[in-house]
């Protein structure tokens, strides 16, 4: 195994970044796990039918890009070009928001046209001019396309899923838009602001006529410029300030309107959000930041049972060496134990002192290096700590990968801390080292060899 190349192939000194949730209501969190893609200042993404990430660039000449889960482009991607009824228009760049139909296919706006695309092979199969820039689309179940203008002063639009119009069911909205979402039943629609920092929410019984509710609940601080119902009808809210570099996701339940508060923890900040996309499963988030010029990867902490337990293993510190000795065999939670004198487990891999006085250690799990199958449980769980703010990285190895090239891995990053953290991975949460074709999340469970753990700068 080469381990210098892990070491070299990420950045210097990146966190890993827990969500903070204010007031610990909910179940579940989603952690930073790398950044998707860099691309400049996206706005917005979404997930089609098949799973695959899509977005765009407001400002540069990118194109629409069409992203498989594991990093890999679709043949199509990025599209510059979508000729629809034999007219051909340029989409390389003013991308103001982008979502997924009710059949999978992806709506975009760019600038002040509207756009349908054919998710399967990227060619275009609608569109529609406004007299100015447009929102963000919110699209319900039944197809009916819900999008305003950015300025104000303008209605909001209702088309049908051939963007004919329905007509304006709002004359005016009183604010500055940048997103408009909807639910599935078409009944409440949300929109986010320029501006005025506030979401506002509008409301049908016959899916004709609307009302104006009460904005959501605040204090919101900055502009909305990205509105997204997840997987469990959630409605996540993104908030950003001027001049504040790492701002804020608000995630409302909406049944009874409260919410929490999501915050990255630096460097890897949530700066200028503008639009959230989830997989079918609703595990992994992808958020655009426009200001940051990247696509980043969240991924959700579930729990986590049975753990792993009961292997044997073999251990042994990579080639090029270092000052700590192993002791111990297995037990509890992939208790594959290192320590330094003075300090046992027996239930655990402890780590602590800081990561330049370790080399990272492989630990098999047959000690003929034979693959394991471990697919009866959900994920591992590890207890670990650090004497200084840093980051480290468990990766689990395929023998398939192993055979293809030895330093490929799936990967999971995270931030040391003082104190003993029990820290569990679900499958799911592993991501591969270097984006390899021969390993595509989730990994084969059945075909596991080797756990490494070292370093992660």
Known sequence: MNFRIFVMGVLLCILMTVLVFGQGKLD???????????????????????????????????????????????????IFELTIDGTVHNVGRGNVGINTDHEGNIIIGMGSRLFRINADDGTGMNFRQFPKSVTKPGVDENGRIYLS?????????????????IGVVIDEIT???????????????????????VVQ?????????????????G???????????????????????????????????????????ITGELPIELWDPRGVGFSETGDTAYIALFSGSVIQKWVRS????????????????????????????????????????????????YITGQHTNWPGVETLLDPDFAPVDISQFKGIGFYVMGSREDTAAIRIREQKAVDQRGYEFAKYVFAY?????????????????????????????????????GPHR
């Open 28 to 78: 579940w969190q989603y952690s930073y796990v790398a950044d998707f893609d860099t691309i400049s200042t996206p706005h917005g993404v979404t997930v089609d039918h098949s799973g695959n990430i899509w977005y765009a660039s407001f400002g540069d000449s990118a194109g629409i890009q069409a992203v498989r889960p594991d990093g890999t482009h679709l043949p199509f991607s990025p």
């Open 149 to 165: 203008g950015v300025t104000g002063e303008v209605p909001l639009w209702i088309l049908d899923a051939d963007f004919d119009s």
């Open 175 to 197: 604010v500055w838009t940048r997103a408009v979402e909807v639910s599935p039943d078409g009944k409440d629609v949300f929109m986010g602001s320029l501006w005025h920092s």
């Open 201 to 217: 929410h509008f409301r049908s019984e016959d899916g004709a006529t609307y009302e104006q509710l009460d904005d959501l609940p």
């Open 219 to 261: 204090p919101i601080m900055g502009h909305t410029n990205g509105v997204d119902f997840d997987k469990e009808g959630r409605l996540w809210v993104c908030e950003w300030q001027d001049g504040r570099y790492n701002d804020n996701i608000y995630v409302y339940d909406m049944e009874t309107l409260e919410r929490e508060t």
């Open 302 to 349: 579930a729990d986590i049972s049975p753990l792993l337990d009961d292997f044997e293993g073999e251990e042994y510190v990579n080639h090029w060496g270092g000052p700590w000795q192993m002791t111990g065999g297995s037990a509890g939670t992939l208790g594959f134990e290192l320590s330094q004198p003075g300090f046992e487990s027996d239930n655990a891999l």
């Open 417 to 453: 801390s003082e104190e003993w953290q029990d820290i569990q991975i679900a499958f799911e949460d592993f991501w591969p080292e270097f984006g390899s074709a021969e390993f595509n999340p989730p990994f084969d469970a059945t075909d596991i060899v080797a756990i490494d753990w």
